[in-house]
């Protein structure tokens, strides 16, 4: 395959603290430990980046842990890829930003930033192991806006254990009130492998959780937000166009420890494990090669998650099929409907089971 | 090798009511003889099949050869028939019994004689064996060695001044066990000149060998190459194979008069197999053939069908070959509206069922759906005539029904006297006439009560060790039919009558029956995007109706990148579970569902 790879996605495997319902590759923050995760990176990066990307992704962990001379370094190492970038974003914690940290930000073109917020309770932020208090996001966020970063994400969790409909409510009037242009939306998921998820702590009951969800989709909507995928918010024009690339099924690279990526029919996951990936060369834990029905569904798959759907005629050329045809079980499911040549599923909550017809015996 | 000495040779079964310590004996009789190393040896040896290990119960008898050097200087054989203990199996026991000269009776010495003590005992009499009682568990703090003594000697009527008292579990004494089979259990009786006369008590399917049958030579002997007559079944094969178990299976030149072993003779067609049948020799055969066995009558049926309607043959398949280990099983073809073709298997009773499944399943990899359990009720039409239905489904129209009998049994119950009252409150709910109160000693009594058969699987057994706090053990036999006032119920799901889920209920339960069902079939119903009715009826009144809310969130939130293949592996996991579904109209009903007609009253709050 020789056609250009859009998009790049680089984990930073370090968190200064663990959150409770994280079960991500990541380790607490250790200068050495980064030093030798550099070294390796760059190599990685070298041996793989070939192209100019349009969109570049770092995420984590928590990016902003490194020590800003760090940074500098894992920045440098991308900037030959970043000539024709058009959306370039890092993820922060509230509690690690600075002037400093921006200044590097903005001295290798990052234009988009995304905040772990989760909960404006500062409660409930303890309970979830997040260091960061509510006033840290609003400092963090003001501090962003005067430097001229004003293409902001802010995370929000719900149906976190002890929270109830009034502290939501808070949360999202909070979160409002932070006039950011992007917002993702987590249920809670209780991971085994998470803190949480050793505790022995269990999910919310159903059907507050839906209460939640569908809460915040009425909030959010009246106050100018589009719900244009599953889990996300944006104001008109601000969709995050890396994750788009992820729904619309594109290629893309994903670097370092616990990194997945796609490119033409091979979808890999690289290992979690530290040692083998600094001792190695690219170890993974997953490395499929995709048939074209397991391509096809999971086009179907990430697609329908957004409101713009599935573009059926592309579908049909890229995949040589007949998309009514072939899915006519998932066509005929009260959720899915066409639309100017799009296919879309009309009820996200219940996605899932819609996707259910879509899956051949 | 040298030709079997048979005064030195002794076969016999343990008998013993459930969890009295009969697979443990076998363990360390296994272990004093030597027969087994301690390298391999485990727990539960000669339960070979999983489930029993599992379940810590023997379901199939099991034979094996050990050789024991006793105290009078001499080395003799044995041939030990391991048997189950739960009522279900007494057709396994008294199989292995005929195979027998005589039987070691386990009681454990904390709990006295039981319900199933009594029963096996009877079968071991029925066949004419020296019995050895055996008191076990001595070394329980409760143990009361002189009261169980006296109990098997008033009850039973049988001597106990030589009984091993032993632990099985500690070894202790084990050797007196042994020391008594050679001195009170007799040698077998037949002679190995005398024309071949060889009983079958036991077979299975061997993929490469064919069926591989279990024998008890009573009279002369068998070897590779003689040709062998079924006398039942009137067929010839030739001898590939014998040998006995040891408890592997050890291939020999012959087995003659005395020994219990093996007989491969590449037999294809499992058809010919039949469990009691005789075995001669086609040119010099016996006279007359063994009296084989009482076929057993089921008890208790379902139905069973594939999840996938495409295995239909597959079962059919696992179910011959599994009669061929099982003969107490019985099944013929069906079909259900609601769940595709299938087959009606008759068993000996609830566990029975339980087990067979969990073979089908496990030993033949098939996914299952089991209707509720039904006895066979016996109509009588207004126009006179019979009908047997042993599927609630096929009860016809109320209309044309003069009345409805059902099966009775005669239950024995043996109970601690503090749980006496609670056990007639029980048995009086379940519809039980009692009929007669027993001492025991001065702790125990022996209930007998009359009560329908349908009681006694629905829920009776279950209840009877909850409120006796387990004390309390159970026998019972089929007496004849009785009139009672019988009803069907059906069960709809979304407006539609499901017919495997239909049941036979008598009419003073059927509100409180249909209560709890739709409760349990709200909880086992999976949401599906609608709202889901659910109904009792009878006829066309319903008795008890629920509703299952539509599903309203599914979608797992966060997905990106990283998230696919942790999104489809979820996917794909729901989807083998609607694969354990069966689609009824627009509703997936999964296989527990069809059990749910068996939830207890109680479990409506």
């Known amino acids: 395959m020789t056609t250009r790879i859009k998009h790049l996605y680089i984990h930073v495997p370090f968190c200064n603290t663990i959150c409770f319902y994280c079960d991500f590759a990541h380790r607490v923050y250790d200068f050495s430990l980064a030093e030798k995760w550099l070294e390796r990176l760059k190599k990685e990066i070298n041996d793989n980046c070939k192209d100019q990307y349009e969109t570049i992704y770092i995420g984590g962990g928590t990016p902003s842990c490194l020590s800003d001379e760090q940074l500098e370094r894992l920045l440098n190492m991308i900037d030959p890829y970043t000539e024709e970038v058009k959306e370039y974003t890092i993820e922060v914690n509230p509690e690690s930003l600075d002037q400093d940290k921006i200044d590097i930000f903005k001295k290798h073109h990052i234009n988009r930033i995304s905040i772990g917020v989760q909960s404006s309770d500062d409660e409930i932020l303890r309970s979830l192991n997040r260091r960061h208090s509510f006033s840290d996001v609003k400092k963090g966020i003001e501090l962003l806006k005067k430097n001229g970063l004003d293409n902001i994400s802010v995370d929000l969790m719900y149906s976190l254990p002890g929270q109830d409909m009034d502290i939501l409510r808070r949360t999202v009037e909070d979160i409002l009130e932070l006039d950011v242009p992007h917002i993702s939306l987590y249920s809670l998921t209780i991971e085994e492998n998470s803190v949480f998820g050793k505790r022995g702590i269990s999910n919310l009951d159903e059907d507050i959780e839906a209460d939640m969800y569908e809460y915040i989709d009425k909030t959010l909507r009246e106050n100018g937000y589009i719900h244009y995928e599953v889990s996300n918010f944006c104001k008109d024009g601000y969709e995050s166009r890396h994750n788009m690339g992820y729904w619309l099924y594109d290629d893309f690279l994903g670097l370092s420890i616990g990194a997945s990526g796609k490119i033409g029919n091979n979808r890999y996951t690289n290992t979690r494990d530290f040692n083998r990936y600094l001792n190695n060369e690219y170890i993974r834990d997953e490395d499929l090669e995709l048939s074209l029905e397991d391509q096809k569904f999971e086009n179907i798959m990430m697609s329908l998650r957004t409101i713009y759907g599935l573009d059926i005629e592309e579908f049909n050329r890229k995949y040589d099929c007949d998309l009514e045809k072939e899915y006519s079980k998932g066509l005929n499911n009260r959720y899915i409907k066409i639309e100017n040549g799009y296919l879309i599923c009309s009820n996200f909550e219940l996605l899932n089971n819609v996707l259910l017809d879509f899956m051949k015996d | ?605």
């Open chain 2, 1 to 605: 090798m040298k030709n079997l000495d048979r005064n030195r040779t002794r076969n016999f079964s343990i008998i013993a009511h459930i969890d009295h310590g009969k697979s443990t004996l076998a363990d360390r009789i296994l272990e004093l003889t030597e027969t087994v190393s301690k390298r391999e040896m485990q727990d539960q040896i000669l339960d070979s099949l999983d489930l029993e290990r599992e379940r810590g119960i023997t379901i199939k008898l099991n034979v094996v050869q050990l050789k024991y050097h006793a105290k009078d200087g001499q080395d003799y054989i044995f041939h030990l028939i391991d048997t189950p203990g739960h009522v279900d199996f007494s057709y396994e026991v008294s199989r292995s019994l005929a195979a027998c000269d005589g039987a070691i009776l386990v009681v454990d010495a904390s709990q006295g004689i039981e319900a199933q003590t009594l029963a096996n005992t009877y079968l071991a009499l029925d066949n004419d064996l020296e019995i050895l009682p055996v008191i076990n568990k001595i070394d329980l703090p409760s143990a009361d060695i002189e009261r169980t003594k006296k109990e098997i000697e008033d009850v039973i009527g049988l001597d106990c001044s030589y009984a091993p008292c032993i632990s099985a579990k500690t070894g202790l004494n084990v050797e007196d066990v042994l020391e008594g089979i050679v001195k009170y259990l007799p040698a077998p009786k037949g002679e190995a000149s005398d024309p071949l006369k060889a009983l079958v008590f036991d077979s299975y399917y061997d993929s490469y060998r064919g069926v591989v049958v279990f024998v008890c030579i009573k009279d002369g002997s068998v070897k590779v190459g003689d040709h062998i007559l079924f006398m039942q079944s009137n067929k010839e094969y030739e001898v590939t194979e014998v040998g006995v178990k040891t408890p592997g299976e050890m291939k020999k030149d012959r087995l003659e008069a005395g020994e219990v072993g093996y007989i491969c003779a590449s037999i294809k067609s499992i058809q010919d197999i039949h469990i009691g049948d005789t075995i001669t020799l086609k040119d010099d055969p016996c006279k007359e053939a063994l009296p084989g066995y009482r076929k057993m009558n089921p008890m208790v049926y379902c139905g069973m069908y594939p999840t996938d309607n495409n295995k239909y043959n597959d079962l059919r398949d696992a179910l011959e070959k599994l009669q061929l280990n099982d003969s107490s099983l019985t099944f013929e073809p069906e079909s259900s509206k609601a769940l595709g073709f299938g087959f009606r298997l008759g068993f000996l009773g609830l566990l029975h069922m339980e087990v067979v499944q969990e073979r089908l399943e496990r030993e033949y990899n098939l996914n299952l759906i089991a209707t509720a359990p039904s006895v066979i009720y016996k109509v009588t039409m207004t126009d006179g005539s019979v009908r047997y239905i042993d599927n609630p489904s096929m009860m016809p129209e109320a209309n044309v029904i003069e009345m409805i009998e059902e099966p009775y049994v005669k239950a024995s119950i043996m109970v601690p006297n503090e749980y006496i009252g609670p056990i007639m409150q029980l048995s009086q709910d379940k519809r039980g006439i009692y009929k007669d109160m027993a001492y025991l000693d001065e702790n125990r009594n022996q209930l007998i009560y009359e009560m329908p058969l349908s009681e006694i699987i629905f829920e009776y057994f279950d209840k009877l060790k909850s409120v006796s706090r387990g004390y309390a053990s159970l026998d019972y036999e089929l007496i004849g039919y009785r009139r009672s006032n019988l009803v069907k119920m059906d069960i709809l799901i979304n407006g539609e009558v499901i017919d495997a889920l239909s049941i036979i209920v008598h009419r003073d339960f059927a509100y409180n029956r249909g209560q709890a069902i739709t409760v349990k079939l709200k909880e086992i119903l999976p949401k599906q995007q609608f709202e889901i009715p659910i109904q009792a009826a009878i006829g066309n009144k319903v008795l008890a109706r629920t509703n299952i809310k539509s599903l309203r969130k599914d979608v797992l939130a966060k997905c990106y990148g990283g998230d696919i293949s942790r999104k489809k592996k979820l996917l794909e996991k729901q989807r083998e579970g609607k694969k354990r579904m069966k689609a009824v109209g627009s509703v997936e009903i999964p296989q527990e569902a069809f059990m749910a007609v068996l939830a207890l009253d109680d479990d409506k709050n």
